[in-house]
């Protein structure tokens, strides 16, 4: 080998290390965040999301990549979101923000491990197999909405004692319909309150379901846990004010954007647990050996403006029990 064969044999080895050494670089993981609401909704569930990912050690831009997937409201947009982070081929799915999302992620897939935030039962549903073994690629959190909807009845029965006619807004599309309905006629019988039941499950509906409660006259309002509701609770919300009557919501946002109070559990905390199972997912674990948690974090949320407006007080055993006072 001559002088000038030797350099060139030289210069193309120096040439292929850098190769060879980036292709020796784990690649950065892709975590695919799918959500059946708006990130302008959801500002601060997506900053607790990520501080739990902080916590494991994953911070995004910098040693993970998030893509994100909103349905803005339109749950028949979700198996196409889904399929979007499917042909992405994200690491994990991180489906959040209810049962429609979780059910969207579970029929695109059966192998990217996906975690969810829902509010029903996920053995009920289909999700898992089992609470404590969920045996497949799917687990995450429950905050088990229909368990509280009685508590909320009870909460809005402590402020109006007096009321004897209650009016509920649900959804009847929801997958835990039945199980929700059924839990508050039981806990109305032990109140000994009437209910009146209207529903809604598309936007017409939502105007229709208040014009019939307008001419019903009512006393109280709740409105029963549900996906699509969170989705559009500054409407609700507007509605329910000009019913001028006292209503309940699940989440603490609905009493942020006007509602009277709120008894539920707290979505920055699933959201925050939810990123802890997917930086474990990511660090090797498996969602079959990850059992489902229950959010366990509630939150009575109140709103002192609105009761002003409405003409009513907030009893002290209210008052002392309150996470969060809006004024």
Known sequence: MNRREAITVIGGAAVGWPVVARAQQPAVPVIGFLNGQSRDQLAHVVAAFQRGLEDM????????????????????????????????????????GGDPV????????????????????????????????PGGNITGISQMAPLLDPKRLEVLHELVPGVGVVAVLRNPQNANA??????????????RLELRFV?????????????????????????ASDPFFNARRSHIVALASRLAVP??????????DG?????????????????????????????????????????????????????????????????????
């Open 57 to 96: 050690g994953y911070t995004e831009g910098r040693n993970v990549v998030v893509e994100y997937r909103w349905a803005d409201g339109e749950v028949a947009r979700l198996p196409a979101l889904a399929a979007e982070l499917v042909g992405r081929q994200v690491t994990v799915i991180a489906a959040t």
């Open 102 to 133: 979780a059910l969207a992620a579970q029929r695109a897939t059966s192998k990217i491990p996906t975690v969810f935030t829902i509010g029903g039962d996920p053995v009920a549903l289909k999700l898992v197999a089992s609470l404590n073994h």
């Open 247 to 256: 209503a309940v919501f699940h989440q603490r946002e609905f009493v942020h």
């Open 178 to 191: 039945e199980t929700q309905l059924s839990a508050l006629q039981a806990a109305a019988r032990a109140m």
């Open 259 to 327: 509602g009277l109070m709120s008894y539920g559990t707290s979505a920055t905390d699933m959201y925050h647990r939810a990123a802890i199972y997917t930086g474990r997912v990511l660090k090797g674990e498996k969602p079959a050996d990850l059992p489902v948690q229950q959010s366990t974090k509630v939150e009575l949320t109140l709103n002192l403006r609105t009761a002003k407006a409405l003409g009513v007080t907030f009893p002290i055993t209210l008052l002392g029990r309150a996470d969060e006072v809006v004024e």
């Open 199 to 223: 529903t809604a499950g598309d936007e017409q509906e939502i105007d229709a379901a208040f014009a019939k409660l307008a001419g019903m006259h009512v006393e109280a309002l709740m409105v």
